[in-house]
């Protein structure tokens, strides 16, 4: 069941629809609708990094036609990876995003290289879901508060988390078979401010 569970979840990451998954057995937890709604920003920023992410895209492919070129936003940290031909690109995409309204901070993981092939980046997309799966099956880590990315077997971690939440992440991320480096790209809260990011229980 575990594994299934896994196979299950590998696809919906690959189609780039966790969040609209049904909800999946792990280790006899269902986990589904719970999940989606436990991401630790708020609704407004939710689209605001949807925008960043759409906006920052569209002027990356501006400045590097030939690139491959990834971007996410947590929380409007903007996180750049994927490959271009030159320096000068690397600089120009980094440069471009940092514009966008709305972001706070930019972080450049392109790399000045050939751009990978459809294999190299469908087995980061499947090394991302078993990552994520890990993530649930740990059971101490909320795992829709984590984002996960992976480059070239690289894999970068996202979200605001506790200093104890990021170290677990981590440990938990780098077990995982086809691992090559985690790389934490975390916004580092209080545990005070994560309690206060709990839901709290309806009152009579």
């Given at each position: ?22 909800p ?23 689209v ?38 030159s ?10 995003i ?11 993981e ?64 780098r ?30």
């Amino acid at each position: 069941m575990k594994n299934r569970a896994l196979l299950v979840l590998t696809a919906c990451v690959a189609a780039g629809a966790l969040q609209g998954c049904a909800p999946l057995l792990f280790g006899g937890a269902v986990v589904g609708t719970a999940m989606v709604a436990t991401d630790r920003r708020t609704t407004g920023t939710q689209v605001e990094d949807e925008a960043i992410e759409l906006k920052a895209m569209a002027r990356a492919s501006e400045v590097a036609p030939s690139g491959h070129v990834n971007v996410t936003s947590y929380n409007r940290m903007v996180l750049i990876t994927g490959e271009v031909a030159s320096e000068t690109d690397r600089r120009a995409v980094e440069q471009v995003i940092g514009r966008i309204e709305n972001v706070r901070s930019v972080v450049n993981e392109v790399a000045v290289m050939g751009n990978t092939s459809l294999t190299a980046r469908s087995n980061d997309t499947v090394l991302s879901g078993k990552v994520k799966a890990s993530f649930v099956d740990a059971q101490d880590l909320q795992a829709n508060a984590l984002k996960v990315v992976t480059e070239r077997g690289t894999v970068y971690l996202m979200g605001r988390v506790t200093e104890r939440e990021a170290g677990r992440a981590a440990d938990v991320a780098r077990a995982v078979s086809g691992v090559q480096k985690v790389i934490r790209v975390f916004e580092i809260i209080s545990e005070a401010e994560l309690a206060n990011l709990q839901p709290k229980p309806a009152t009579k």
